[in-house]
């Protein structure tokens, strides 16, 4: 008996290999083939398992000998900012440090003065160039957060823009609100005072107007306690958001334990996460994200324990995390050939970071990240001879083609 064929089929990707991403695994199909329908892939399998039960009317993808893989997810970014941060750069080049640059007034503090004072409009068209940036790198699902307005007004314009973003690209954008991202100026003796501002203002607004679905936390020795953290992830749990955290990146502050114990989608960053915390985060299938462009330009060398990941059977995303202060990398292959060599991952671990596992950090299994029949079909074909290759050509990204949601978004 022949394979069962949808009744409709829209387009035919044909002379590909696959690399689905099913089985937590590459999954190679060698002389594949992918039928979409509508915007979801109706048929995965072998090309020769459909030879002549194509229809004339059927738009054929020759995709030439190359490579079909799902569209790249970038779990973490604060894409909408203003301003720029070359000078801190150039700062830390000198010698000064992440947090001397925070206590000088520098750091997010700069970005915060500069977006606040910038005009929506502005904001907009600098993340929509940075939007269609990582869409030409293979991104076609992408979280961006807020916070770096760090007052209800600016804080919302952020959401506002994200929102904007998410109707105006091809790509699906999921947005969070990181309103607890730093201690603002106006509240430096006043840490309390700015809790309350963010769990009894900020996040109702939010969750009445509808424009985010996640609640991050900065809880590190420089943003949030562990006390504080829990009492906002209780609110936001309250409203009906997911959580996620900034964990455990410049000391191990037990927020990853707090984050997991609570439900959180994924913890992030992790470099100095205790194995307590790691268990915790097995035991409530939490994802770590992994973000070693940070890593890369703060120059640190305490290494997410990636070892430990792996015995726990914790799933590990990859991510851009692309800010104007610490991780300024607009490139997935980039971030994927950065965890390789610095974080010793495998090729392997690193692409299933940056389709199937980021899609899960994102709560986004069920739709995105893989080439599985019943998903969105967002496909990218590549001009590569083997998988492996979008680790080692480090910041190229030889695309032939990009479909989102069943729609040609880019082609060469």
């Known amino acids: 008996m022949g394979p069962i064929l949808p009744d409709k089929i829209d387009t035919f990707f044909t002379h590909c290999h696959l690399a689905t991403m099913t089985d937590n695994a590459i999954s190679v199909i060698n002389n594949g083939a992918v039928a979409v329908t509508d915007n979801k892939i109706s048929w995965v399998g072998k090309e020769k398992d459909l030879a002549g039960n194509i229809k004339k009317d059927t738009n054929i993808v020759d995709c030439h000998d190359g490579w079909v893989l799902p569209g790249f997810v970038d779990s973490h970014t604060h894409l909408v900012w203003a301003g720029s941060r070359s000078n801190e750069f150039e700062m830390r080049l000198n010698g000064a440090s992440y947090e001397e640059i925070s206590n000088t007034g520098g750091g997010i503090f700069s970005t915060v003065k500069a977006t606040r004072a910038a005009s929506k409009e502005d904001v907009y068209i600098q993340g929509k160039k940075r939007v269609e940036t990582l869409l030409r790198q293979g991104i076609t699902t992408l979280e961006i957060k807020s ?16 929102e904007q973003l998410n109707k105006d690209s091809a790509l699906h954008i999921e947005a969070t609100f990181l309103g607890a991202h730093t201690l603002p100026p106006e509240f430096a003796n006043n840490p309390d005072g700015y809790i309350d501002l963010v769990t009894e203002i900020m996040l109702p607004e939010v969750k009445a107007q509808n424009i985010a679905t996640a609640v991050d936390v900065f809880c590190e020795k420089i943003g949030f306690t562990r006390n504080q953290t829990k009492k906002i992830f209780k609110k936001a749990k309250d409203l009906g958001f997911n959580i996620k955290l900034h964990a455990e990146q410049l ?3 037990n927020g990853a334990s707090l984050a997991a114990e609570l439900g959180a989608l994924s913890c992030d960053h992790l470099e100095y996460v ?12 939490v994802i770590a994200v992994l973000l070693p462009g940070a890593f890369y330009y703060l120059k640190q060398t305490q290494k997410p324990p990636i070892d430990l990941f792996r015995n726990l059977k ?15 990398v607009h490139s997935m292959t980039l971030i994927m050939n ?21 899609a899960k950090a994102l709560g986004l299994a069920p739709s995105k990240g893989s080439i599985e029949m019943g998903k969105d079909a967002d496909l990218v074909v590549w001009d590569i ?26 082609k060469i």
């Open 147 to 162: 916070g770096y307005g760090l007052d209800l007004g600016t804080e919302l314009k952020l959401l506002e823009v994200i």
């Open 251 to 253: 000391s191990d502050s």
């Open 274 to 285: 205790s194995q307590k915390s790691a268990k915790k985060m097995a035991k409530h299938n």
């Open 314 to 328: 914790i799933p590990m995303a990859v991510s851009t995390d692309l800010n104007p202060g610490s991780s300024p």
């Open 338 to 358: 950065m965890a390789c060599l610095l974080f010793d991952m495998t090729c392997e671990e690193a692409l299933l970071g940056a389709t199937i596992n980021g």
């Open 385 to 410: 001879d083997r998988p492996a290759d979008l680790c080692y050509l480090s910041g190229l990204a030889p695309i032939e083609l990009i479909m989102i949601k069943g729609n040609i978004a880019f």
